[in-house]
């Protein structure tokens, strides 16, 4: 993926009011726990959430963390029933107040396919009203339309409508208030604790670049960076790799090569997915040597 650091994105222009919107396709209103990773100074960080609306062209969440538009991301989210988890790149339109729109980048014809079918189990919500009732003078209801109901004073009709109007108003704040705080909750309830170590996997062999080739299940291949065409950079860069016991990448260092290419190479290689390494039928982490060639 290019572009992941905030420097070398820049060129991508940031969304603002007065444009109009980038929005392709319909949006769905779902709520599914997602992580956003973002390149910094060569360091990946990890930014968990929360989605507010799905479509196939991207998505609106709210993140525990702050983004900068234009910036390139990497996303995963998980899709219902905890079955399956897509994996995509997008770019950062806006950002305010935790609040964040990106724009999806390359999504396949599969991927679109998963977020069409599970945007059919959704069911949208009914919109809040209350139907206003008719009041004759006397104090007796009447139908609107019928031949022998007499018609409300106007100022009794007008006040009824503002009461009608207000009381919808509140209930609908009442409704987002509430929701906005669980969603909150449960965002807060998915952020590591500073106290907590992360367990670093630590490899076990090394299985040879060729080996490791035959079991790669998913490939991402890296855009060439555009800070990187005035000087028209062209290199092989090698790095060293370690792979889980569950064939995601966890660990990535550049061996070579102009940084600016290595952190195209490091982004792209992280969303990687490889079968387990087995030794004695059981799967562990292994370290590896992976080549990713740029050109302008």
Not at 5 to 27: E, I, K, M, N
Not at 98 to 124: M, N
Not at 274 to 284: I, Q, S, T
Request: proline share 7%.
């Amino acid at each position: 993926m290019a572009g992941a650091d905030a420097q070398t994105a820049v060129a991508a222009p940031a969304w603002s009011r007065d444009q109009p919107s980038r929005r392709r396709g319909l949006r769905y209103r779902v709520q599914a726990p997602l992580d956003v990773t973002v390149l910094r100074s060569g360091i990946p960080e990890s930014l968990p959430g929360r989605s507010v609306n799905l479509g196939e062209g991207g998505i609106a969440a709210v993140l525990a963390g702050e983004l900068v538009p234009g910036e390139a991301v990497g996303v995963e989210i998980l899709l219902p029933h905890g079955s399956n988890r897509l994996h995509t790149r997008a770019l950062v339109r806006h950002h305010d107040k935790l609040r964040s729109g990106l724009e999806f980048v390359g999504l396949s014809a599969e991927q679109q396919a998963a977020i069409r079918d599970w945007a059919g189990e959704v069911r949208t919500e009914p919109e809040l009203g209350i139907a206003p009732k008719a009041v004759t003078e006397g104090g007796g209801s009447f139908k609107t339309g019928g031949l022998g109901g007499g018609r409300p004073p106007v100022r009794r009709r007008r006040s009824r409508t503002w009461i009608v109007l207000l009381v919808s108003a509140g209930i609908l704040l009442a409704i987002l208030c509430w929701r906005w705080n669980r969603g909150w909750k449960d965002l807060e309830s998915t952020i590591p604790k500073d106290d907590k170590k992360v367990e670093v996997e630590l490899p076990q062999a090394h299985v040879p670049a060729d080996v490791m080739q035959k079991l790669v299940i998913h490939r991402v291949d890296p855009d060439y960076p555009a800070a990187a065409r005035p000087a028209k950079l062209k290199a092989v860069i090698a790095l060293d790799v370690v792979v889980g016991r569950d064939g995601s990448v966890v660990e990535i260092h550049p061996l070579n090569g102009p940084d600016v290419l290595a952190r195209a190479a490091m982004e792209a290689l992280r969303w990687w997915r490889f079968e387990p390494y087995r030794v004695d039928g059981k799967p562990v982490a292994v370290e590896t040597t992976v080549a990713v060639e740029f050109k302008p």
